[in-house]
């Protein structure tokens, strides 16, 4: 899917094409520019790369995987780095229920 025909969000994963096949997760989007801030976690081919890039909307198609474990404590980290309470929150709320913690 191309990013004309659905709407994508900062969190969710995607496929960033043209010159490169990265997979990673939208961090920020910006409409006036017409592009997302994607942390790219690895290749397609599985080379690990952890890095920030700036994508145009239409290099990017949004994956339909559900997050593992390690990839949304992953996720929060960086919206702890970044100090984006809404996406924290947001992220903590799709933890599973049975490893909250009490005090």
Do not use: C, P
């Not at 043209?18 to 910006?30: A, D, K, V």
């Not at 952890?50 to 960086?78: A, G, Q």
């Not at 702890?80 to 929150?89: A, G, N």
């Amino acid at each position: 899917m191309k990013h004309n025909e659905v709407v994508i969000k900062k969190g969710e994963w995607v496929k960033v094409t043209g010159l490169y096949n990265w997979i990673g997760f939208i961090t920020s989007i910006s409409h006036t520019f017409k592009e997302y801030e994607v942390f790219v976690v690895r290749r397609i081919d599985g080379g690990e790369i952890n890095k920030r890039v700036l994508v145009d909307f239409e290099d990017t198609e949004k994956l339909e995987s559900r997050l593992s474990e390690d990839e949304l404590y992953r996720m929060i980290d960086i919206a702890l780095d970044t100090k984006d309470r809404e996406w924290f929150l947001e992220l903590q709320s799709m933890l599973s229920k049975s490893e909250g913690v009490s005090l």
